[in-house]
C-alpha cells in the first residue's frame, strides 16, 4: 500500500462508482478527523453521501430540498471550526446556490469541500434541467474556489483525501458514476494543480478532464495503431489553479492541442487551457471539444457524448481533422514570444 | 425583572454616544444606510454591553458568542459599536467606504476583526447562523448565536428555508431578531411585498416568538433574557423599530435608507440626537 493510497483494494473498488467511493473515502476521513461533517439537500442517496450517515450520524445534515441554505449552513459550520463537505448535483451547487458558494464560502475563504455529483450531461435522461454544462465556468470565477474534475474513481478518492489538507473551499466534480475507469491503479502521483501525462506523444496533445480522459486515451491507442501518430494524453484533473507548465509543455513539444469535456465550450477547461496557450506567446493549432452554446440533448449519458464528439470515436475524429489542419512549421519560437 | 436604574442610565447613555458616533460614520463614508443602521441600534447596545461574551483582544476566542448581521448593509451601524467595544482603533472608521478600506459598506469578516460573518446579500445570514449554532450543538460548545434580519429581507426564500432547518435542529442556542422598522429601499415593506402576519409565520415554522418595542431596553433585554431560558428550539425576537430613530428628519422616512449627510446637515443629526436624550 502506498502513502495516500485510497486503501482499499481495486477488487472493491472496481464495481464501484465514482460517487460511491466519494462516500467510502469521505468515511474514513471523518473516522480521521473528527472535525469532518457532511452535508446534502435530500440527496443522501444519489451523492453517496449516505455512507457518512450510517457511520456519523451526529455529523450528518440533510437539510432538504432547499440547496441555498444547504451551503450557508456548510459556512456556518466551517466558520464554527468544522470541515464541511457538502454534495448535491451539480446544477443545484452551482446555479441554484451559486450566490451563497460565493459569497457564504469563498468571500470568506472558507474550508467548505463541494463535491457535486450528476456533472455535465452524466444524468442523461433526465435531461437539460438536470444536465450542468456551466459549473466550471461559474466555479472557476470564483475567488479563492480549487476546481477539480476527477477522470475516474481511483482519482476521485485520491482528490477527496487531498482536498481535506487543501486550505479554502475545493469543488469536485464528478458524473453520476457509470463512467469508465482509466486509472488502473491508485500508485500514482497525485498532486491538486497539477496535470498528469497519460500517454506520451510527439504530434499532438489531448487535454481532457472527467470522463473524457478515457476517450482520449482509448482513442490515443488506435489513432497510434492506424494512423501511426504519436498522441500526448493529458489528464487535467485541476482545472484551477491550472497547470501551466504542462500546457506549455506540450504547446511547445506538440504544437497542437485539442482539448476535451464533458461541459459547455464557453468558459469551461478548454478556455482555461486557451487562456494559457495564448499568454504564453506561442502559437499552435488548437480546438475546444464539448457541449456547444447550446442546450444539451436527452438520451443516455454514452450516446450523449458520442452525440457531442467527447467519446473515443470524437476523439479519432477531432485529431485527424486537427493533423489535417495547415499551421506555421516554423520551428523558430523567438518570432512568436 | 427591569433593569435596574444604573443599567439602564448605562444602556441608553451608550446608546446615546453610538447614535452620534453611526451620524459621525456615515457622514465619513460619504454616504450609508443611516436608517436602518440606527433603527438596529439598541439590539447591538443591549447584545455588545449587556449579554454577548466576546474579547475585543481576542475576537477569535472559540467560546464567544456569535453575531451574524443577517441585514449586512446596517454595516455602518455596526463598526462604530465594534470599535466603541475596543477591536480596532475608532480613528479607522474615517475611512469607512473610502477606496482601499477595510470598510465596505458590508462588513467583511476577514478585514475587520469583531465581525463573525461576512453578510450582504440579504437571506444569507441565518443560514450561516444556523450553521454557527449547529456547529455549538454537535461539538458541545457553549457560546449562543444571535442573528440580526431586518424585515424587508422576509421576502427572500433562504430566509424561510433556515427558519424551518433551525426549528427542525432544535437549535436551542440560537435567537433571531428582525428589525422591524417597517421599509425597504422601494417603500413600506408591506406596499412592496406584506410580511404579515409575522410573528404567525415564525411560530408556524417551529420557532418561539416575542414581539417587543425594539427601543425600549427593558423589553429588549426581559426578550433577551426570556430567549436565553428557552431550550427546546430557536427564538425570535420583532423589534418594532423606527428607521432612522434618534433622527427627527430620517425617523420613518424611505428616502433614509441610504443617503449622506454634508456638515449642517451632520450638525442637525447630532443635535436631534442631543434632544431626543435630554441632553
Known amino acids: 500500500m502506498v502513502e495516500g493510497s485510497v486503501t482499499w483494494s481495486l477488487s472493491d473498488a472496481d464495481h464501484m462508482t465514482a460517487a460511491e467511493i466519494y462516500g467510502e473515502m469521505l468515511v474514513r476521513l471523518g473516522e480521521e478527523r473528527e472535525e469532518v461533517v457532511a452535508l446534502t439537500a435530500d440527496l443522501a442517496r444519489s451523492t453517496k453521501i449516505g455512507k457518512f450517515e450510517e457511520k456519523f450520524p451526529e455529523r450528518f445534515f440533510n437539510v432538504g430540498i432547499a440547496e441555498q441554505n444547504l451551503f450557508g449552513i456548510g459556512a456556518g459550520l466551517a466558520l464554527a471550526g468544522y470541515i464541511p463537505f457538502i454534495s448535491t448535483f451539480a446544477v443545484f451547487a452551482s446555479l441554484r446556490a451559486g450566490e451563497q458558494v460565493r459569497t457564504d464560502i469563498c468571500y470568506q475563504n472558507l474550508n467548505c469541500k463541494i463535491i457535486a455529483t450528476h456533472s455535465g450531461v452524466s444524468f442523461g435522461q433526465a435531461g437539460s434541467t438536470h444536465h450542468c454544462t456551466e459549473d466550471i465556468s461559474v466555479m472557476r470565477s470564483f475567488a479563492n474556489m480549487t476546481v477539480i474534475v476527477p477522470a475516474d474513481g481511483i482519482e476521485t478518492a485520491k482528490a477527496v483525501r487531498a482536498c481535506i489538507d487543501w486550505p479554502g473551499p475545493v469543488y469536485i466534480r464528478i458524473g453520476r458514476g457509470f463512467e469508465p475507469w482509466v486509472h488502473k491503479d491508485d500508485k500514482y502521483d497525485y498532486k491538486i494543480g497539477k496535470g498528469i501525462e497519460m500517454v506520451s506523444g510527439t504530434d499532438i496533445t489531448v487535454i481532457a478532464c472527467g470522463p473524457s480522459v478515457y476517450a482520449a486515451v482509448d482513442a490515443a491507442k488506435t489513432l497510434k495503431d492506424d494512423d501511426g501518430l504519436s498522441v500526448r494524453v493529458i489528464d487535467l484533473h485541476t482545472i484551477k489553479p491550472i497547470d501551466k507548465e504542462i500546457i506549455v509543455k506540450a504547446v511547445t513539444e506538440t504544437r497542437r492541442i485539442v482539448t476535451f469535456e464533458d461541459h459547455n465550450i464557453i468558459g469551461g477547461m478548454g478556455t482555461a487551457v486557451a487562456d494559457v496557450i495564448a499568454e504564453s506567446g506561442k502559437g499552435c493549432a488548437f480546438k475546444k471539444v464539448g457541449i456547444p452554446d447550446e442546450f444539451s440533448i436527452v438520451g443516455y449519458p454514452e450516446d450523449l457524448y458520442n452525440h457531442f464528439k467527447i467519446d473515443s470515436e470524437g476523439v479519432i475524429e477531432t485529431v485527424r481533422e486537427v493533423m489535417g489542419k495547415e499551421y506555421e512549421e516554423d520551428e523558430d519560437w523567438e518570432d512568436e514570444m | ?279
Open chain 2, 1 to 279: 425583572m427591569p433593569l435596574s436604574d444604573s443599567e439602564l442610565k448605562k444602556l441608553e447613555e451608550k446608546a446615546y454616544q453610538l447614535r452620534k458616533d453611526v451620524i459621525q460614520t456615515v457622514a465619513w463614508s460619504g454616504g450609508g444606510h443611516a436608517g436602518g443602521a440606527l433603527s438596529q441600534l439598541d439590539l447591538l447596545v443591549a447584545l455588545y454591553y449587556k449579554y454577548m461574551n466576546v474579547d475585543p483582544k481576542n475576537p477569535e476566542k472559540e467560546d464567544r458568542d456569535r453575531l451574524v448581521l443577517s441585514k449586512g448593509h446596517g454595516g455602518v451601524g455596526y463598526a462604530p459599536v465594534l470599535a466603541d467595544k475596543g477591536y480596532f482603533e475608532f480613528d479607522l472608521l474615517k475611512t469607512f467606504n473610502h477606496t482601499g478600506s477595510r470598510f465596505g459598506m458590508h462588513l467583511d469578516k476577514l478585514k475587520v476583526p469583531g465581525v463573525d460573518a461576512s453578510t450582504g446579500s440579504l437571506g444569507h445570514g441565518l443560514s450561516i447562523a444556523v450553521g454557527l449554532a449547529l456547529g455549538a450543538k454537535i461539538g458541545g460548545k457553549k457560546w449562543i448565536t444571535y442573528c440580526i434580519m431586518g424585515d424587508g429581507e422576509q421576502h427572500e426564500g433562504s430566509i424561510w428555508e433556515a427558519a424551518m432547518a433551525a426549528a427542525h435542529f432544535k437549535l436551542g442556542n440560537l435567537i433571531g431578531f428582525v428589525d422591524r422598522n417597517r421599509f425597504c429601499i422601494d417603500g413600506k415593506c408591506e406596499d412592496i411585498m406584506n410580511v404579515e402576519p409575522l410573528d404567525k409565520k415564525w411560530e408556524a415554522f417551529g420557532w418561539k416568538v416575542v414581539t417587543i418595542n425594539g427601543h425600549d431596553y427593558n423589553e429588549i433585554c426581559g426578550a433577551i433574557d426570556e430567549g436565553l431560558a428557552y431550550k427546546d428550539g430557536p427564538f425570535l425576537i420583532i423589534a418594532n423599530t423606527v428607521k432612522g430613530k434618534g433622527v427627527e428628519f430620517m425617523e420613518g422616512v424611505a428616502a433614509w435608507h441610504y443617503g449622506g449627510l454634508d456638515g449642517e446637515k451632520t450638525k442637525e443629526a447630532l443635535a436631534s440626537i442631543d434632544k431626543m436624550y435630554g441632553k
